[in-house]
């Protein structure tokens, strides 16, 4: 069969003509076969399917870089800001891979100072999302940006940008109240409530931040940035949405009233080292406009959001330094002698008592000889208004007699306490209005104490010792409500929400929250009562307001604490004649009423005459 | 760019080498050809240098020579003088089996680079070739299918059994993944479905050249030598895409041309070769970008970057312009 192949000069044979054209014929079919598939495929993926596959390599490419929406502003009532927006550079990071991030991130976290630890919990967090930057420090200072920029070649995926940050131009002033920003948790992102938001965003995280978020934040936009196979930005940048700036609030908040409450605070907790924190409100009368509010101490939310250290945040809550808590609306204190003006409302409304009803005080109750008046030697007969004055205890004890801890827990309730006063902040704590029926429940089975309402405890709460607790804004509340015969306004933080030109979007109208309806003349008296506290060389803080150049009506406050020195109150409204603000102010622990938390009061109706008559003041 | 004009001016002058001495001077020499090419096979096991996992080239220095590339047209040329010495053409399965032994021993050396792809473009290189010679369509059809078989069996004792082969698991992944990169978009199939959005996406006119996102941004892995195809096709877009696929057809047909109208069975044999080749690969190949076909590491003719496949392809397309100029008869 195999010849060999013969040599290079004779040519082997061919196959047939015919031979050839059928291999011709069939070979050219299996070439156009072929090719037809590849050209058919080709259609498909190109025309059928072209949309798809151009809208999937747009994905691959193009990266959707957010432009945060500048936050809303936050005004005082004569337009000083209180909260804006500045730029600062931002350090972000684009993951790229695993390798490239062992070596990357120690070097950044080496720059920025920063445990390396931490930063590897915020890129973590982005798992599965790393199309998107990771925000990694804010607002970095100058040396440190020109270190990443000199040090880029060995930072891939690091870049800087500049964003808004939210800036605070008082600083600490108002901080619990205005809150602070930052950004968005983990427990936020699985509340529905926050569905609308993305990991990393900025969100009111306390106070009027967090209840205006959705007021304050604008809509984000976007710019489009192309990036190749990596993630790495390529430089390109694609079209951009503008994004939507957030709306600003205005506040019935006086900067200038504000500032005088906290520096009078201040100088409270340092001239009484013992004392564990300040609180006062102060109350527009007629509206119930918030003008100033304070929780002492604060914190410096500019230093909290340009990124303080865990450990450093660590050592200035545990030392005292700083605190978070807004106690105005959180803080629950007994309002001791505060609540005598509550009693008094009670007994008068109800005709257990009126000014010719005289009570002989001999320094104890006699029916409850335990019970006794601060002034041992006692204060001889006095009637309503001279036991405002003198805060003589046994007077309220014997009120507390006739009236009944249920008919006095009625009268607490309709002027606002033990419950939300709806001032516009979130977190209120409502309190506790003692009753027989709260007792029960709370000293019921299994306590130690009696379930019962003990007869000398029906006396006592009528001092408001024992049971009662309130926070700073309700008894701020209260006295606002008697210096406005029972029309107790809804505690109101935000009077205008305005666009980002600070024109006016929507105006935030007084509300009456409730009302306690009875005789005018109740509240009369109740008022002289408490002129003569201020007025009256036996007032107990008669020394402290003698000389000021208004007629304030005010109420002392040594409220007994199982649990330490005694808190100071103070609450009071004036002028006298026609009131206009009412205030509460408590000193943790401060001791006296008379001797700490009045002063600090003569102090804000100072600060009010200097702001209300700024012309006689000249 | 320099080194690429240099290997077009090599080539050129490789293709003008080709068509100008006589093919049956190579076919006589053929079986010196292919015990170099052999040794240069056995050399690269010993001395070969390492890329991408597989040891297929020998460094010179300024070059890297690929005697796998070159044993595709030793075995056209090998091939073309074993059939040429037959009386008649090979037509029942003994023989024709006999006939593949001489390519099985530098198969198995290229197999075990490994590649692949080298391996089956030999396979189809010699099977179109034993069309050409005569051997009936059938004939060869039923041996594909054993053929088949016989690779199924080999599978199977490799993967159930565990006899040591020299398969590479990544072949099976490939051909599981390369009809559906979707069922593994990030892995296994990212090369296939990158490719195919980068085609899709060049819709009808393309996105220019030079301005293709996948192939600029490196989406694409491979896209200059077996992903080429990509680029064409998400740069160019469905029109001009098609008009190179056309060039290919042309230039097949060409090979088709010169080999039915071949005055020698030689030339016959070496046109019908170096069809078979190029059939094989670009079909493979572009099937591949767009995921039709297994992913086997096939380069594209003509487009592919590869040094000695340059050298090779134009050294074929010599030959065939050489065998197309001596023609005696015209069937077309």
Redesign the interface.
């Known amino acids: ?8 000069d004779n ?5 047939p ?1 015919r ?3 059928r ?2 014929d ?3 079919v ?3 076969t ?2 037809a ?3 058919a ?3 498909n ?3 059928i ?6 809208s ?3 994905d ?2 193009m990266r959707i870089t957010p432009i945060p929406a500048p936050r809303g502003e936050i005004l005082d009532r004569n337009g000083n800001v209180l909260v804006t927006s500045r730029p600062a550079f931002t350090v972000f990071y684009w993951y790229l891979d695993e390798s490239e991030a062992t070596t990357t991130l120690p070097r950044l976290a080496d720059i920025l100072g920063m445990e390396l630890g931490e930063i590897e919990e915020k890129v973590k967090r982005y798992e599965g999302r790393y199309f998107e930057p990771v925000p990694i420090a804010r607002d970095i200072t100058p040396e440190i940006y020109t270190k990443i920029a000199e040090d880029s070649p060995n930072l891939p995926g690091v870049f800087i940008d500049p964003q808004p940050i939210r800036y605070y131009p008082q600083n600490d002033l108002l901080s619990t109240t205005l809150g602070y920003v930052g950004e968005i948790t983990q427990s936020q992102l699985d509340d529905p409530q926050w569905k609308d938001y993305k990991m990393g965003s900025i969100v009111g995280q306390q106070g009027l931040e967090l209840y205006y978020e959705s007021i304050l934040r604008g809509k984000n936009g976007g710019y489009q940035v ?5 993630g790495r930005p ?1 430089g390109n940048v694609g079209p951009g949405i503008e994004p939507e700036p957030g709306k600003t609030i205005q506040l019935e908040i006086d900067l200038d009233l504000q500032t005088a409450v906290e520096n009078a605070l201040k100088s409270a907790l340092e001239e009484n080292p013992a004392a564990n924190g300040a609180s006062a409100v102060v109350l527009d009368v007629n509206t119930g406009g918030v003008l100033a509010i304070a929780s002492m101490p604060g914190f410096d939310p500019n230093v909290l959001i340009s990124g303080i250290s865990y450990t450093d945040l660590n050592q200035k809550i545990t030392s005292g330094e700083w605190r978070f808590a807004n106690l105005a609306t959180t803080g629950l204190y007994p309002p001791g002698s505060a609540f005598k003006i509550v009693t008094a409302v009670a007994a008068l409304a109800e005709g257990k008592t009126d000014p010719t009803d005289e009570v002989f005080d001999p320094g104890y109750h006699p029916s409850a000889p335990t019970l006794v008046c601060h002034k041992r030697a006692g204060h001889g007969y006095v009637n309503i208004e001279e036991a405002l004055e003198v805060s003589c205890n046994t007077y309220f004890y014997e009120m507390g007699r006739r009236l009944g801890v249920d008919t006095l827990a009625e009268y607490c309730r309709a002027l606002g306490l033990g419950m939300k006063t709806g001032v516009d902040l979130g977190g209120e704590n409502y309190g506790t209005v003692p009753s027989t029926e709260w007792k029960a429940k709370a000293y019921g089975e299994g306590r130690v104490a009696q379930p019962e309402f003990l007869f000398s405890e029906h006396m006592m709460v009528a001092m408001g010792q024992t049971f009662h607790l309130y926070t700073p804004i309700q008894m701020a509340s209260v006295t606002q409500a008697i210096a406005n015969y029972g029309v107790r306004m809804r505690p109101r933080l935000v009077s205008k929400i305005l666009d980002s030109e600070h024109d006016l979007v929507e105006e935030i109208l007084p509300e009456v929250a409730g009302e306690l309806q009875v005789d005018p003349s109740v509240f009369d008296i109740v008022k002289d009562g408490m002129l003569r506290v201020t007025n009256e060389p036996g007032g107990t803080a008669y020394w402290t307001f003698h000389d000021c150049p208004i007629k304030v009506c005010g109420k002392t406050g040594t409220a007994q604490n199982p649990l330490g020195d005694d808190h100071s109150w103070f609450v009071g409204f004036g002028p006298y004649e026609d009131p206009e603000i009412a205030l509460a102010v408590v000193v943790d622990q401060g001791g006296s009423g008379s001797s700490v938390a009045a002063p600090v009061a003569r102090q804000i109706f100072d600060a009010f005459l200097a702001i209300s008559q700024p012309q006689e003041a000249e | 760019m320099k080194r690429q004009l240099l290997l077009i001016a090599v080539s050129l002058v490789m293709m003008g080498l080709a068509a100008f001495i006589d093919y049956r001077d190579l076919v006589w020499l053929s079986p010196l050809i292919l015990g170099l090419n052999v040794l240069l096979l056995v050399a690269v096991l010993f001395m070969g240098r390492t890329a991408g996992g597989s040891t297929r080239w020998i460094s010179l220095g300024f070059f890297d020579l690929q005697p796998s590339e070159l044993f595709k047209l030793t075995a056209i040329l090998f091939g073309t003088r074993v059939l040429c010495s037959l009386d008649r053409p090979l037509d029942s399965i003994g023989p024709i089996i006999a006939f593949y032994s001489w390519s099985a021993i530098p198969a198995f050396l290229i197999l075990k680079q490994p590649d692949l792809g080298t391996t089956l473009v030999i396979v189809a290189i010699v099977t179109g070739m034993l069309y050409f010679s005569g051997t009936p369509g059938k004939a060869i059809f039923t041996m594909a299918l054993a053929g088949m078989i016989i690779v199924g069996i080999l599978l199977w004792l490799y993967l159930y059994v565990g006899v040591p082969l020299p398969i590479e698991e990544h072949w099976i992944d490939r051909l599981v993944t390369g009809f559906n990169p979707e069922k593994d978009p990030l892995g296994k199939g990212y090369q296939v479905l990158q490719s195919k959005i980068a085609i899709g996406s060049g819709s009808v006119w393309g996105k220019g050249l030079g301005k293709g996102t996948q192939n600029r941004l490196d989406f694409i892995p491979h896209q200059e030598t077996d992903f080429i195809f990509s680029v064409v096709g998400e740069e160019l877009g469905f029109v001009r895409t098609t008009v190179v696929l056309g060039m290919y057809v042309l230039i097949l047909v060409r090979c088709l041309i010169a080999a039915v109208n071949s005055a020698d069975k030689e030339g016959t044999l070496i046109a019908g070769g170096v069809l078979s080749m190029l059939l094989f690969q670009s079909l493979v190949n572009i099937g591949m970008t767009m995921g039709i076909m297994p992913v086997t590491g096939i380069p594209l003719p003509f487009l592919s970057y590869g040094g000695t496949a340059s050298v090779v392809n134009a050294f074929a397309i010599g030959l065939v312009l050489n065998v197309s100029w001596k023609r005696h008869k015209i069937l077309f």
């Not at chain 1, 399917?49 to 151009?54: D, I, N, T, V």
Request: aromatic share 14%; glycine share 6%.
């Open positions: 069969m195999n010849r060999g192949y013969r040599n290079r040519s082997s044979g061919n196959l003509a031979e050839l054209k291999i011709r069939y070979v050219l299996l070439v156009i072929c090719f598939i590849l050209t495929q080709l259609f993926l190109q025309i399917q072209g949309e798809k596959y151009r999937l390599s747009e691959n490419y192309e990036v190749d196979y990596r390529t």
